[in-house]
């Protein structure tokens, strides 16, 4: 299958650099994009950490659900693979302690390490 990125603004660039990533306020939320129940791959690039705590989180906001994250997000590319199990059309990547962009969510039968 051919690869595609699911993501609706990849290139965005989300900032909280300076919140505390235990207080879900602090969290600087990106564009929404639409899944269907099935298996993906997210992942998106860290080129600035605030602190040691630093997260990454990709949760659907409709359902009030966490579907992944990645705790102590490391500069450089962090990943996580995420399941739904209900279609939502509001989906989105969250950063907190850090600095984050070229967002990217494909399915796993489509994704590849390199």
């Known amino acids: 299958m051919r690869r595609k990125n ?5 290139a965005e660039t989300l900032d909280a650099l300076d ?6 306020q602090d969290f600087k939320n990106g564009s929404s994009m639409s899944l269907q129940p099935g298996q993906y791959v997210a992942s998106c690039n860290v ?16 359902h009030h659900l966490q579907l992944g994250e ?12 995420i399941d739904p199990q209900t279609a939502s059309g509001k989906c989105n990547f969250s950063v907190c302690g850090c600095r984050a962009t070229d967002f990217i969510v494909e399915r796993t039968d489509t994704y590849a390490l390199a």
Do not use: F, H
């Open 6 to 10: 699911l993501c609706a603004e990849p």
């Open 19 to 24: 919140g505390d990533p235990s207080d879900w």
């Open 47 to 62: 080129t600035e950490r605030g602190n040691a705590k630093a997260r990454i989180q990709y949760w659907d906001e409709v």
């Open 70 to 81: 990645v705790y102590g997000a490391a500069i450089g590319v962090n990943v996580m693979r």
